[in-house]
């Protein structure tokens, strides 16, 4: 009997797998993502005379940037204001991804562990 043959009719492998597919399809449906950190800071401008040098309520901004690390360096984007909400989405959407990806790890971590009970159970019956 092939090793394959061994496992198609355990019900629980069965279960996870069945699992492991649902949450891969998920994956498929998730929009563009992005890792990193949105910043939103404000600023005092250059202009000695400006009246944000003066009172914090009239520092310029807000301004936005999204931070990640690519090679271990820090990049830095600046997010024009108008896309700030769809910045926030590709966040989620990472989160979503890692979170889908965790899942995913478990349960191919339960199959195999399954699949070894099954062989070390073969072998003590012989």
Known sequence: MSIKNKFKND???????SEFK???????????FR???????????GNKNCRCRKDKKYLHGPY???????????Q????PPELINEANE???NA???KNKIKQLTKISDDIFRRKVEII???????
């Open 11 to 17: 019900k629980q492998i069965i279960f996870f797998w």
């Open 22 to 32: 649902r949450i891969r399809k998920e994956i498929l449906n998730v929009n563009p």
């Open 35 to 45: 890792n990193g950190s949105i910043l939103k800071r404000k600023q005092i401008c």
């Open 64 to 74: 936005y940037s999204w931070t990640t690390k690519k090679l271990k360096k820090t």
């Open 76 to 79: 830095t984007i600046i997010i």
């Open 90 to 92: 590709y966040l989620e």
């Open 95 to 97: 989160k979503i991804i």
């Open 120 to 126: 070390r159970n073969q072998k003590i019956k012989k």
